[in-house]
């Protein structure tokens, strides 16, 4: 998948869609893994399992390596701003995307980590994964090869009801023309270093 193509004049022709009355296309919420690694690092063919297979990896060192964060995670309609030029032209602009989520699973490893992001600058390449909906589903995988780049704050929050559970408030930002590219994951859980 590619970059859209936009119109260069006033014909150009309009875009196909696909309904069906009988069986539409039901997509599912809930964004339950949220992938990352260092800029310049993105991967080969997004599409490939094995290359998944090789770079994820939640402890393993090496800038190519690529952490996996599980949570519940949301990704809110974009913020867009639109320019009037002239003769009362309207021009639409840079999109702002915000993921937000918690991760809930607070291990002394996952604290850590947290508080090692606040030395960073917080800019991350990244890919997120929708959680399936059975045997041999995978969820959606958004990114494409390069990534989307993004700035990833991590926080502390600890409630004041006892029965309520403490967590990690997540948010990763980023700006873009399009919306993500997207398939069908690839990525398995076959080894215990990956999710």
Not at 1 to 24: G, H, I, Q
Not at 101 to 122: K, P
Not at 131 to 150: P, Q
Not at 173 to 194: H, L
Request: proline share 6%; glycine share 10%; with cysteine.
């Amino acid at each position: 998948m590619s970059l859209p193509t936009c119109p260069t004049d006033c014909t150009s022709n309009l875009p196909a869609w696909d309904f069906s009355l009988c069986a539409p296309a039901i997509k599912n919420g809930e964004i339950a893994k949220f992938h990352y690694t260092t800029p310049g690092s993105p991967m080969s063919d997004w599409s490939s399992a094995a290359e998944w297979d090789s770079r994820l990896d939640q402890d393993a060192s090496g800038a190519s390596q690529i952490r996996t964060l599980i949570g519940i995670f949301q990704l809110a309609k974009p913020e867009q701003t639109v320019t009037k030029i002239s003769l009362g032209r309207k021009v639409n602009g840079i999109k702002t995307f915000t993921m937000t989520g918690r991760i809930d699973d607070l291990t002394d490893a996952n604290w850590d980590a947290m508080r090692s992001t606040e030395c960073q600058t917080g800019s991350v390449i990244a890919w997120f994964n929708t959680r399936g909906v059975g045997a041999g589903d995978n969820g959606l995988l958004y990114g494409g090869n390069s990534g989307i780049e993004g700035t990833l704050k991590l926080n502390p929050v600890i409630p004041e009801g006892f029965d309520e559970v403490q967590y990690i408030d997540f948010e990763f930002t980023w700006e873009a023309k399009f919306s993500p590219e997207r398939i069908a994951s690839p990525i398995t859980n076959t080894t215990g270093d990956q999710f």
